[in-house]
């Protein structure tokens, strides 16, 4: 598959996906770069913003296989892992796999849980497979992580550990509609459409895991040129120096910022990556990976406010 052809299957899973989710185009163009570009997604913002219904519909979009695991205070790593269960029949022990064994996985309210359950997901987000008592077991290749999350500040709700918060490629903040879409959320609900049931939106199947493996190698194939690669190095190790900051920005950053332009560049249908492209993706790729000192949080300051900052003095290669 080309990249034009790529481009023009990312416009296709967009426009099926606004059948279903009215004024998110932004949120909803950031999850396909991250599916295209083969990285997890965390979405966060309050309850009822549609993140739910946004990353079901876009696995009914896809095609591939699906599971969803409902994150509550009481889950346990081997209801997403899965168990080993004793076989009187033969003697021996089976593997029984859990919700994380597919292509497409949605972790909802994943804040809801505690550290240990939510690092249950850490291996499979990054290298692909899962160890249960010792044995590993190989996921999907194409195996992507879509989850959602309340505001840390909500009651009931677990920071998510450093570790896995840098497993997603992407964190996708989710803002309250404007007020002219948000009227045409009740205009779709009054002409039959249901958010249970997603085929009173008659989604159409735009790929199936054997085109995202090529969509995915088509992403990779578009071109960066070594002094957008710089930039994007600068963008990060800045982060390491900011006064406001007491943790920058990992070189696997670089890494994810690099990917998630390169699925920008394919969303438009371009074989190469601009500098627009980087400043496109920085925030999402970066807002959760710098630690803010205490003192600048009470002040109100946010990541996006230092990232904004740092881009407007980096240098922008023309």
Request: with cysteine; charged share 20%; glycine share 6%.
């Amino acid at each position: 598959m080309d990249i034009p052809q790529a481009g023009e299957l990312a416009t296709r899973i967009r426009q099926e996906l606004a059948k279903v989710v009215v004024g998110q185009d932004r949120v909803l163009a950031q999850m396909v770069i991250a599916l295209l570009a083969g990285g997890h997604a965390l979405l966060e913002g309050v309850p009822g913003t549609a993140k739910t219904l946004m990353a079901r519909a876009l696995a009914r979009v896809t095609g591939a296989g699906f599971r969803r695991i409902q994150f509550t205070p009481d889950l346990m790593p081997s209801d997403i892992l899965g168990v080993n269960i004793y076989d009187t029949s033969t003697g021996q022990f089976v593997f029984r796999p859990g919700p994380i064994f597919t292509d497409i996985v949605l972790a909802d309210e994943i804040n809801r849980t505690p550290a240990k359950t939510q690092s249950a997901l850490l291996e499979a987000m990054e290298e692909r497979r899962a160890t249960v008592d010792g044995v590993g077991h190989t996921v999907s290749d194409v195996f992507t992580v879509f989850a959602t999350q309340n505001p840390v500040e909500f009651e009931g709700t677990y920071p998510l550990p450093e570790a896995q918060v840098d497993r997603f490629m992407l964190k996708i903040a989710v803002d309250y509609p404007p007020e002219a879409d948000e009227a045409g959320i009740l205009d779709q609900v009054a002409r039959g459409f249901d958010s249970a049931d997603l085929a009173t939106a008659n989604l159409q199947e735009v790929l199936d895991a054997q085109a995202l493996r090529a969509v995915r190698q088509a992403v990779r194939a578009v071109t960066v040129q070594e002094m957008v690669r710089r930039y994007m190095t600068q963008i990060v190790r800045a982060t390491r120096t900011m006064h406001q900051v007491s943790m920058g920005a990992s070189p696997r950053a670089a890494v994810m910022l690099m990917r998630a332009a390169q699925g920008c560049a394919v969303l438009t249908g371009r074989q190469f990556v601009t500098p627009d492209d980087v400043k496109a993706m920085t925030l999402p790729v970066l807002r959760h990976r710098i630690m803010l000192l205490p003192e600048v949080e009470v002040e109100g300051t946010t990541p996006d406010d230092c990232i904004r900052h740092l881009l407007n003095e980096i240098p922008v290669p023309r």
